[in-house]
């Protein structure tokens, strides 16, 4: 399954790069940049979950990684685990 560029997620939520930059407290290139590596950092991730709600937009940790997450073996949410309890 590809990743999901969490660039591309945020600023769909954003509407654009401008107000996406705005919110994490950069420049749009910086957002632009950041597209390539697929990244932001926990500055700028703290700071949009911060300033997303007072531009409308709720943000939730889990939007700083939109792509499912793979099981975890012997997680608390991996079926192979609940088994071997039983």
């Known amino acids: ?20 930059a705005e919110a994490a407290g950069v420049s749009q290139p910086t957002i632009a940049g950041r597209k390539k590596s697929n990244s932001l950092s926990h500055d700028q991730m703290r700071r949009i979950m911060r300033v997303g709600p007072t531009m ?20 608390a949410n991996d079926d192979t685990a609940t088994e071997k309890a039983a």
């Not at 999901?4 to 954003?14: A, E």
């Not at 409308?56 to 012997?74: K, L, N, S």
């Open 1 to 20: 399954m590809p990743d999901i560029n969490v660039i591309d997620h945020l600023t769909r939520r954003f509407g654009n790069q401008t107000r996406l």
């Open 56 to 75: 409308g937009v709720t943000i939730r940790p889990d939007d700083f990684f939109p792509e499912p997450m793979p099981a975890v073996p012997g997680a």
